[in-house]
């Protein structure tokens, strides 16, 4: 069985400091792990993944993500929050399996960027 | 150019009905799945589909039914409805056979914009 989680409920950050939201996995497998964002009222954006290759992703609006096997971690970070990066993010996994798997979401964790 | 469309966005509803939420991608993926957010914001998945196998999570209950009528489509029914079922449903679609790899979109999931269903 595969989990993820996000130990973080809220993380606050000024605006023009980095920022840092914290994700684990366990998948039996190798991992297919992704971040997407939530706004109010709104469907899941897509932010970035991580399949194969580097260990350092980079995606949509300056986010990044870090993979790290020994720590099954795929935190995501950003050098410099914006007040519009508030929203709820959810972290992502999959196993390599292959086939119509869904995806094993986090319990999401609200960043808010304070002015 | 809405990529993943769902309809209703809003359905309310009264205990017992039936109702059918209908999904459709443009994006020419070969799967597409359902998911419900709860009132807490949790995401589960409820079934995923391709036009090889239908994946159902196990604790759905079988009042739950997909429908594709083509690739490009996948309905929700619902059954019996019960108070418990209100929350948002997301359906959502990836490409998953052709090669993976990190530069390209295969893998990731494309959400719709949600329905919210009330059942009173």
């Known amino acids: 069985a595969q989990s993820v989680a996000q130990p973080e409920d809220q993380v606050n950050v000024a605006e023009g400091n980095p920022l840092t939201v914290k994700c684990t996995y366990s998948v039996s497998g190798n991992p297919y792990l992704f971040w997407y964002v939530q706004y109010p009222n709104r469907g899941l954006q897509f932010l970035l993944k991580y399949i194969t290759g580097d260990n350092l992703v980079k995606g949509s609006y300056g986010f990044e993500a870090e993979f790290n096997k020994s720590q099954t971690s795929f935190h995501l970070k950003k050098p410099s929050a914006l007040v519009s990066d508030s929203a709820l993010y959810f972290c992502a996994v999959r196993d390599t399996g292959g086939g119509a798997d869904g995806l094993t979401f986090g319990k999401g964790t609200h960043l808010i960027i304070q002015p | 150019d809405t990529a993943v469309s769902q309809t209703p966005k809003y359905l309310v509803t009264q205990m017992g009905n039936d109702k059918s939420i209908k999904c459709e991608q443009n994006?020419?993926?070969?799967?597409m799945y359902w998911y419900k957010q709860d009132s807490k914001k949790f995401l589960k998945i409820m079934f995923s589909?391709?036009?090889?196998?239908?994946?159902i999570n196990e604790t759905v209950p079988n009042r739950f039914s997909p429908k594709s009528p083509d690739k490009a489509h996948l309905n929700l029914h619902i059954n019996s409805l019960e108070l418990g079922d209100s929350a948002v449903y997301f359906c959502a679609s990836s490409q998953e056979l052709g090669g993976t790899g990190p530069s390209n979109s295969y893998n990731e999931q494309f959400f719709g914009p949600g329905t919210r269903l009330t059942v009173l």
């Open positions: 994006l020419g993926h070969d799967t």
């Open positions: 589909y391709n036009n090889k196998e239908l994946i």
